[in-house]
């Protein structure tokens, strides 16, 4: 009996702490989603992504904690715990629909993108994914041929680990070429530079670039208005070599940049922003 009481006032205790612990995360959490929603409310003339709150689901071991905005109560509520769908990293930072909250796209990190301003940051570019997917990402993806190969082949994954030439030498010098004439400003000479990669590589490869400059480059375009706004260095990763997939967040913020200073009507007509930056 005395080993029994034993028992049931340790499992009493464990479950105390839990408890403590789940309402210690919930408070956390709270506190950074309503300082979410004021930086986001501060900075939202940057871009019409900014206008609305989505879902978020924080990764905590293995498990869920998904909270989505109230418009009636202007905050964030906590809608429900529920296991990860697939193993996920709680370093995780990444948008896509959620299977276990109804295919709504939503931002998913771990609690600790909350440990810096810039991590506030990186969740609004997760939220300009969201608004892309809810506008005219799929009708964007539907007619491009890499995407329909992809399907027909079940490559759910080719947007992440399509071989693209990243390390090929003319492929480099024309690109290094047409990010330094966007930074100065050259924009006649940027798109000469943008033929040439036209010329140079494949129509899949291509594709490839331009639909990755359009979605990441877009992302990473308003991320560094908002960190600019609150005096936070910008996000320059994707810059230097040896390339990779992130080229194109950086080469593609500084083409949206020079495209929607040209006209800024491109802010809501995204459609338009990706065919001119395939032009």
């Not at 993108?113 to 940051?121: A, D, E, H, Q």
């Not at 943008?194 to 494949?202: A, G, M």
Request: proline content about 4%.
């Amino acid at each position: 009996m005395k080993i029994n009481f034993v028992i049931l006032l340790l499992i009493t205790k464990l479950c105390f702490t839990q408890s403590l612990s789940d309402q210690q995360f919930g408070n956390e959490i709270d506190t950074s989603l309503s300082k979410l929603i004021k930086m986001q409310t501060e900075v939202s003339f940057i871009h019409p992504a900014l206008l609305n709150f989505y879902p978020i689901a924080f990764v905590q071991e293995d498990s869920l904690y998904i909270y989505d905005y109230s418009k009636d109560e202007h905050m964030y509520k906590f809608i429900k715990q529920t296991p990860t769908p697939f193993p996920i990293s709680e370093d995780i930072q990444a948008s896509f629909p959620l299977s276990v909250y109804d295919n709504i796209p939503t931002c998913v990190a771990g609690k600790k993108i909350f440990n810096s301003l810039k991590g506030y940051t990186i969740i609004m570019h997760e939220f300009v994914h969201c608004w892309q997917a809810g506008t005219v990402e799929m009708e964007i993806k539907s007619e491009l041929k890499i995407a329909q190969d992809a399907m027909a082949k079940q490559d759910y994954m080719w947007e992440l680990n399509h071989l693209f030439p990243y390390s090929d030498t003319l492929f480099v010098i024309h690109y290094k070429n047409f990010m330094d004439a966007l930074q100065n400003k050259e924009i006649d000479k940027a798109k000469s530079y943008r033929t040439k990669l036209k010329d140079y590589l494949s129509d899949i490869d291509f594709e490839y670039m331009v639909w990755q400059e359009w979605k990441e480059g877009t992302a990473r375009y308003v991320e560094n208005k908002i960190q600019a706004h609150f005096l936070i260095d910008v996000n320059t990763n994707g810059k230097s070599e040896p390339f990779n997939r992130v080229l194109f967040y950086y080469g593609g913020a500084l083409w949206a940049n020079a495209l929607i200073d040209a006209d800024e009507k491109l802010l809501i007509e995204p459609m338009q922003l990706f065919n001119l930056m395939g032009d």
